[in-house]
C-alpha cells in the first residue's frame, strides 16, 4: 500500500504531463480519444505487461470500481444537462422519446440476439448482459460533443442530440437490467417479477428519481442566482457548484436506494433550463479540465483491472474470436440499422447522413462498467436464486 501511494501518482501524474504536450496532435491528426489513449497506457503499466500498478493489490476492485464509475458517470450526465441548450428535452422531446424508446429496445434486443447466437447462453441471460450495453455511454460521447474538432466537423444539432441521448439513457438502464435480472431470480414468479419490476424501478428508481431532479435543479439553480445577485459567492465556488451539487445528489439518492445517475441528469437540466448558468460559464472550462482529469484516471485504472485471463474460457464458451466477431456484429447491428430506419421520426437528424453518423457513434464505456457492477454486486447478494453462469459469464463479455 506504501509503494502503492508513491507509484500511482508518479504515473497518473506523469501520463497527464506527458500526454498533455501532444494531446491535440493524438486528438486532431491521429483521431485517438484520450479515454483510448488512458486505458493502452493503463494496460502498459499493468499486471499484464510491465506490472508496476495492480489495483487488486491494495483495493476491493469490484466494490471501488462500481462507485468509482458511479462518481465518474454522475458528474459527466451532470455536465450533459447542463451544456444542453435551454428546455431541450421538452422542445426536442420527439427525438429523445425515439432514441429513448424504440432505438434503445432495439439496441438491448439485438445485443442480446447476438450474445445468444455467439456464446450459447439463454436469452434471458443474454438479455441481462446485453442491458449493461443498452445505454450509450457519455464519457465516450464526449470525443464527437466537445472540444475543437467537433464544433468543426459535427453539427451542433447533432451534437446536443447525442449529448442528450447519452446523459439520459444511462439513467434509463436500470428498467432493463432489473427487467432480466429479475426475470433470472429463481425464487420470483413471473408476476411477482413483474410487478416488483414496475413498482420498484419505474416507480421508486425512475418516477422519484425525475422528481428529486427536477425539484433539486430548480431550487439549486434559485439559491445560486440569489447568492450572486448579492454577491455572496466568489468565481471559484460559482464554478465548482455543479461539481458538488452531482456529488450531493449521488449522496442522497444512494441513502434512499434510487436512480441516482438519471437524477444527475435531470438535475442538471433543470439547473440550466433559463440557460442563465450556461451562459455564465461557456467560457470557463473548469468543468472540461476536471472532467479530463477523472476520465483519464478512470480508463488508466480500468486498463490495469482488464481481465484478460477469462477472454479464453472452453467451460463458460468464451473464446477470443467469439468475442471479437461479436464485437463486430454489435457495432453493425445494435444501433446503425434502426437509427437509420427511424430517420423520419427524428426531427434532430436533418438527414440520412447525419443519422449515419448517430447511429454509428453510440459508444459502449463506464456505463456498461458501471451496470455489469450492479448485476455482480445483485447476484453476490443472492447467489443461491441464481444460475452461475449468469454471475461468471458477464465479466469476460
Not at 445505454?135 to 442528450?164: F, Q
Request: glycine share 6%; hydrophobic share 55%; aromatic share 14%.
Amino acid at each position: 500500500m506504501a509503494a502503492a501511494s508513491k507509484v500511482v501518482p508518479a504515473f497518473l501524474g506523469g501520463f497527464i504531463c506527458i500526454y498533455g504536450l501532444v494531446s491535440g496532435f493524438v486528438k486532431e491528426r491521429l483521431f485517438l480519444s484520450e479515454s483510448l489513449v488512458a486505458m493502452l497506457f493503463g494496460i502498459i503499466i499493468g499486471p499484464q505487461a510491465i506490472n508496476v500498478v495492480d489495483p487488486r493489490d491494495f483495493v476491493d476492485t469490484s466494490k471501488f470500481t462500481l462507485e468509482f464509475a458511479r462518481y465518474v458517470i454522475a458528474i459527466q450526465v451532470m455536465a450533459a444537462g447542463i451544456t444542453l441548450p435551454r428546455r431541450y428535452i421538452v422542445r426536442k422531446w420527439r427525438t429523445m422519446s425515439v432514441m429513448l424508446g424504440p432505438v434503445m429496445v432495439v439496441m438491448w434486443l439485438v445485443t442480446a440476439g447476438i450474445i445468444h447466437l455467439m456464446f450459447e447462453i439463454g436469452f434471458n441471460q443474454a438479455l441481462l448482459i446485453a442491458s449493461c450495453a443498452a445505454p450509450t455511454d457519455p464519457i465516450l460521447a464526449n470525443s464527437v460533443v466537445k472540444g475543437r474538432y467537433a464544433e468543426a466537423n459535427v453539427p451542433k444539432n447533432v451534437r446536443d442530440a447525442l449529448s442528450a441521448e447519452s446523459g439520459i439513457n444511462d439513467g434509463l438502464g436500470l428498467p432493463f437490467l432489473y427487467f432480466a435480472l429479475y426475470l433470472l431470480n429463481e425464487s420470483y414468479s413471473t408476476g411477482h417479477a413483474m410487478g416488483r419490476w414496475f413498482y420498484w424501478i419505474w416507480c421508486y428508481n425512475i418516477l422519484l428519481s425525475v422528481v428529486i431532479g427536477i425539484v433539486v435543479g430548480y431550487v439549486a439553480r434559485k439559491l445560486l442566482r440569489w447568492a450572486e445577485s448579492y454577491d455572496l459567492i466568489d468565481k471559484e465556488s460559482f464554478l465548482a457548484f455543479s461539481i458538488g451539487l452531482s456529488i450531493f445528489i449521488v449522496g442522497c439518492l444512494q441513502l434512499i436506494r434510487s436512480d441516482d445517475v438519471l437524477c444527475c441528469f435531470i438535475a442538471g437540466h433543470a439547473f440550466t433550463w433559463d440557460d442563465w448558468f450556461r451562459e455564465e460559464t461557456k467560457d470557463a472550462h473548469f468543468q472540461e479540465v476536471l472532467d479530463g482529469l477523472i476520465n483519464v484516471t478512470f480508463f488508466i485504472y480500468f486498463g490495469t483491472i482488464i481481465p484478460w485471463h477469462q477472454f479464453n474460457n472452453a467451460e463458460l464458451v468464451i473464446a477470443p474470436w467469439r468475442l471479437i466477431v461479436a464485437a463486430i456484429m454489435v457495432l453493425l447491428l445494435r444501433r446503425l440499422p434502426i437509427v437509420v430506419l427511424l430517420t423520419r421520426l427524428t426531427p434532430a437528424f436533418r438527414n440520412y447522413r447525419q443519422s449515419i453518423f448517430a447511429g454509428w457513434f453510440g459508444p459502449i464505456g463506464v456505463g456498461a462498467i458501471f451496470f455489469a457492477e450492479i448485476v455482480l454486486e445483485e447476484i453476490e447478494a443472492e447467489p443461491e436464486h441464481y444460475h452461475l453462469r449468469s454471475r461468471e459469464i458477464i465479466v469476460p463479455i
